[in-house]
């Protein structure tokens, strides 16, 4: 097991109702808040109307910033923080999913900032001080609600890259899974995918003595695999969206990767799909992901076995571990396929013309991946097994 500080400041509060604490929680930061949504999802399904109603009856001064797309964009960060900067505001209430909140992230740093906060995402220049934010989420996947990551796209360079500082933990997170009923079952897939993702490229590391977090992650998965089998079809049940919505956070929130350096390898390709397709996160991953599993699965057969049996309940009675990690991967396939997530580059249009351009921004800084260590002719043979 790595050495790990581990240290998680969010605060959560989860179920039914949990808006009516909103203004409180931002009034410790000041009275006058902007409030960061997306392409007007939360409008529809009267996530905007509660929200508003509680800052009003708060007493706050509230100002919008609306229209924040998903694979969020550099310059639409920009133009919120210097609205903040105009407006003068003191805190931020990020609502909608992972592109929201990630926008967020960077609209508080860039808020106490004169340069372009391109330069946070680039890291060259590291933020010293950021408006305080809080979440209020509807859409489980990425777990920006519970860390400190946060994926920005440059749209005038094609280029998508995650980063990080401790001022992007959000101050607290209101998680009601009533909020994500109304998420459509293409976008429950992603958050499902997304998770289970975040959970592979966390299990797929070169640490040994690791068995508490081996089974929590395995444990997990079987939860994803069995849940999210079902919320596909009936997305206004609560108990299905609250275990997804717990799931979603915890993919990412650093519990499950104590001690462990994880891989991540899949998420850089990925990135470097999204950011010359822009094409959403989780179908880029479910395509990517089981070819990173067969072309990377030499390293460490035993540990893809123990995942295809603990997870994915393969019986591997009089078989090699080899044969035991691959029926693993095609039940992984099978069960995204069973949902409709997508399988291959073309369900995008996505032909091998850019491949090359592909592999070169994935690997633009260094290695892609820490458990499989990728250059740029890997993810060219990756990506080219993934049309
Ligand atoms: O824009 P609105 O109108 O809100 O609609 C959104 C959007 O079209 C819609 N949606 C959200 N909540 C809804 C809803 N529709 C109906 N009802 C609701 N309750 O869903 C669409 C997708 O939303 P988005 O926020 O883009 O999805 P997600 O949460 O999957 O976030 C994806 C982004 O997060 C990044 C990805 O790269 C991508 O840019 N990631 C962030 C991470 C992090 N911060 O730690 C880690 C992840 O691995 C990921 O890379
Ligand atoms: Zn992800």
Redesign the pocket.
């Known amino acids: 097991m790595d050495n790990f500080i581990f240290h998680n400041p969010v605060k959560l509060m989860f179920g039914k109702g949990q808006v009516s604490n909103l203004a409180g929680e931002l009034k410790k930061y000041g009275n006058n808040v902007l409030v960061v ?6 409008k ?2 009267g ?1 905007y109307e509660d929200v508003m109603n509680t800052l009003k009856d708060g007493g706050l001064t509230v100002h919008e910033f609306g229209g ?5 964009r550099l310059t639409t960060a920009i133009a919120a923080a210097d609205l903040c900067k105009r407006a003068n505001i003191d805190v931020i209430i990020a609502v ?7 926008c967020t ?1 960077l609209i508080a740093c860039a808020a106490k900032y004169d340069g372009n906060p391109w330069d946070f995402v680039v890291q060259k220049a590291v933020p010293q001080d950021a408006l305080p934010f809080g979440t209020v989420l ?7 609600e519970m ?1 400190a ?5 440059n749209e005038e360079t094609q280029e ?1 890259y ?1 980063w990080g500082t401790p001022f992007n933990y959000p101050k607290f997170s209101i998680l009601d899974p009533t ?6 079952r293409d ?1 429950t897939v ?2 499902i995918v ?1 998770t289970m ?2 959970i592979f490229e966390e299990y797929f590391n070169e640490s040994s003595n690791t068995p508490f977090q081996d089974e929590m992650c395995e444990s997990a998965l079987r939860t994803l695999i069995s849940t999210g089998a079902e919320v596909v079809d009936n997305p206004n049940d609560y108990d299905l969206r609250a275990t997804m919505m717990l799931a979603g956070v915890w993919g ?1 929130n650093g519990f499950l990767r104590m001690g462990y350096a994880g891989d991540w390898g899949t ?1 850089e390709m ?2 470097a799909v ?1 950011a010359v397709y822009d094409i ?3 179908g880029g ?1 479910s395509i990517l992901f089981p070819q990173w599993m067969r072309y990377t699965m030499h390293l460490n057969p035993q540990r893809f076995a123990q995942l295809a049996i603990n997870s994915f309940g393969v019986d591997a009675t009089g078989k090699s571990d080899e044969e035991t990690a691959l029926e693993g991967i095609s039940k992984l396939e099978e069960f995204w396929a069973s949902i409709g997530a997508p399988g291959k580059l073309a369900d995008f249009d996505i032909d091998g013309s850019k491949i090359e351009l592909m592999a070169e921004k994935a690997a633009s800084r260094g290695p892609v991946g820490n458990f499989a260590k990728l250059g740029k002719d890997d993810v060219v043979q990756i990506l080219k097994n993934s049309l």
Request: charged share 10%.
């Open positions: 949504y997306g392409g007007g999802s939360i529809k399904n996530v924040v797309e998903p694979n969020p909608g999913g992972g592109s929201v909140i990630d992230k509807t859409l489980s996947a990425t777990s920006s860390n990551g946060s994926v920005i796209t998508k995650g909020y994500t009923m109304s998420v459509p976008q992603n958050g997304d993702s975040h990412l998420h990925e990135h999204s959403p996160h989780a991953l």
